[in-house]
């Protein structure tokens, strides 16, 4: 089994910047693509960044523009370096592997069922 500890979140103001890191560990043996997922209260979780292992990336356009996912010298490591923050990027973050399908969107991602890590904390408030 993989496991997965995120990290670097925190309380921020609008406007300003987090870096989270993600490192899996565990039983890996071909990590294709690595996600950034979010789940606010109240809202299913959802894929907010991808990186497949030949560097395509792929966002939501809630962050475009604002987010950049990015992959360690690792494998199994993940970052998301988050700009310009808005209230509404207010969430718990998680990561996830993932295949080069689901990072695409072609195949359903990992569901609740699934193993998650315990995520990282993003709080965007004056």
């Known amino acids: 089994q993989v496991q997965l500890v995120e990290s670097g979140g925190g309380l921020v103001q609008p406007g300003g910047s987090l870096r989270l890191s993600c490192v899996a560990s565990?039983?890996?043996?071909?990590?294709?693509?690595m996600g950034w997922y979010r789940q606010a209260p109240g809202k299913q979780r959802e894929l907010v960044a991808s990186?497949?292992?030949?560097?395509?990336?792929k966002y939501a356009d809630s962050v475009k523009g604002r987010f950049t996912i990015s992959s360690g010298t690792a494998k199994n490591t993940v970052y998301l370096q988050m700009n310009n923050l808005k209230p509404e990027d207010t969430a718990v973050y998680y990561c996830?592997?993932?295949?080069?399908?689901?990072?695409?969107?072609?195949?359903?991602?990992?569901?609740?069922?699934?193993?998650w890590g315990q995520g990282t904390q993003v709080t965007v408030s004056s």
């Open positions: 996830h592997h993932l295949s080069t399908a689901q990072a695409m969107g072609i195949l359903p991602g990992p569901t609740d069922y699934d193993y």
């Open positions: 565990g039983t890996i043996l071909n990590i294709d693509a």
């Open positions: 990186v497949i292992s030949g560097g395509n990336t």
